[in-house]
């Protein structure tokens, strides 16, 4: 893993399994399916849910402050805790949580490299039993939005100022074929297609079969050889909703480098429904 910019983001199953019973660790599951936590999930872990836990109940959002602050008590997270996510799907889920937990300044996170798959793969012990943690004490960072996150006027300005845009989407989705992946249920939007100017690299293309991120060549082989892209560049990633982008902007901010990379969490159901936007397919 030396050979990426950072490193120290990434951490082995063999590196978990040493660390499971470390009290300074917290192991944080983060699936699309939820349901799979309960058939069985590494010993310790708790459970994350991306839209229960992550999302603001009522309005399309985070969660806020003070809310973030009560997460991270009621799951024995302090600040100097070191976090550690993995999930289904390649991590998918899990960078999606790393990245809210970036929006408050939790920087002691990690993610375990090929996710619950290659844990299960390797027949490492799995547990239905849920942990139960002392609370802890927890003081959040006012959320950064500004940093890692582009709200849609902010993408209008990239868009119009002619600055790059990867869409992470299915080729089917960046075409406006369709308003989701294949056997989803195609819906949210009103229209199809894609940000003006946006390049199509599906999220899944920086993932190895077994879960596992690419090497830096091969992650430097798809984003600047072939779509151009340079380090410096000003880069904002986007998908349906802000969860498979995650996962992109988690390849290019950490395993590459790239110092300035925001994640547009409307995506394409925000776009595809705004009036008088450019579109293109």
Same mark, same amino acid.
């Given at each position: 893993?030396?050979?990426?910019?950072?490193?120290?983001?990434?951490?082995?199953?063999?590196? &978990?399994?040493?660390?499971?019973?470390?009290?300074? =660790? @917290?192991?944080?599951?983060?699936?699309?399916?939820?349901?799979?936590?309960?058939?069985?999930?590494?010993?310790?872990?708790?459970?994350?849910?991306?839209?229960?836990?992550?999302?603001?109940?009522?309005?399309?959002?985070? =969660?806020?402050?003070?809310?973030?602050?009560?997460?991270?008590?009621?799951?024995?997270?302090?600040?100097? /805790?070191?976090?550690?996510?993995?999930?289904?799907?390649?991590?998918?889920?899990?960078?999606?949580?790393?990245?809210?937990?970036?929006?408050?300044?939790?920087?002691?996170?990690?993610?375990?490299?090929?996710?619950?798959?290659?844990?299960? !793969?390797?027949?490492?012990?799995?547990?239905? !039993?849920?942990?139960?943690? !002392?609370?802890?004490?927890?003081?959040?960072?006012?959320?950064?939005?500004?940093?890692?996150?582009?709200?849609?006027?902010?993408?209008?300005?990239?868009?119009?100022?002619?600055?790059?845009? &990867?869409?992470?989407?299915?080729?089917?989705?960046?075409?406006?074929?369709?308003?989701?992946?294949?056997?989803?249920?195609?819906?949210?939007?009103?229209?199809?297609?894609?940000?003006?100017?946006?390049?199509?690299?599906?999220?899944?293309?920086?993932?190895?079969?077994?879960? /596992?991120?690419?090497?830096? !060549?091969?992650?430097?082989?798809?984003?600047?050889?072939?779509?151009?892209?340079?380090?410096?560049? *000003?880069?904002?990633?986007?998908?349906?909703?802000?969860?498979?982008?995650?996962?992109?902007?988690?390849? =290019?901010?950490? =395993?590459?480098?790239?110092?300035?990379? @925001?994640?547009?969490?409307?995506?394409?159901?925000?776009?595809? *429904?705004?009036?008088?936007?450019?579109?293109?397919?």
């Amino acid at each position: 893993m030396t050979e990426y910019a950072h490193p120290e983001v990434l951490v082995s199953t063999q590196w &978990v399994a040493d660390h499971v019973n470390d009290p300074t =660790l @917290r192991i944080v599951e983060s699936n699309e399916d939820i349901l799979l936590y309960d058939l069985g999930h590494i010993p310790g872990a708790v459970q994350i849910d991306w839209q229960k836990d992550l999302n603001d109940a009522v309005r399309r959002d985070y =969660l806020t402050r003070p809310d973030f602050e009560a997460l991270m008590a009621a799951n024995g997270i302090a600040n100097d /805790t070191t976090v550690v996510f993995y999930g289904d799907k390649n991590n998918w889920w899990a960078t999606y949580a790393f990245w809210v937990f970036q929006l408050f300044g939790h920087a002691n996170a990690r993610v375990m490299d090929g996710g619950r798959a290659k844990w299960e !793969a390797e027949g490492r012990p799995m547990t239905k !039993a849920r942990p139960a943690y !002392a609370a802890t004490p927890y003081q959040a960072h006012p959320r950064a939005d500004y940093k890692i996150r582009a709200l849609r006027d902010q993408v209008l300005a990239h868009v119009q100022a002619g600055q790059p845009l &990867v869409d992470v989407r299915s080729p089917a989705e960046y075409s406006g074929e369709l308003l989701h992946m294949a056997n989803y249920p195609q819906e949210g939007a009103l229209r199809g297609g894609h940000i003006p100017g946006a390049r199509n690299v599906p999220w899944a293309r920086a993932a190895n079969a077994d879960g /596992t991120f690419k090497s830096a !060549a091969e992650l430097r082989a798809i984003y600047e050889e072939e779509q151009g892209l340079k380090p410096d560049d *000003n880069v904002v990633a986007y998908c349906r909703i802000g969860e498979r982008s995650s996962h992109t902007w988690f390849v =290019l901010t950490y =395993l590459l480098g790239y110092p300035s990379v @925001r994640n547009y969490d409307g995506s394409w159901t925000e776009w595809g *429904n705004l009036v008088g936007v450019p579109i293109e397919k």
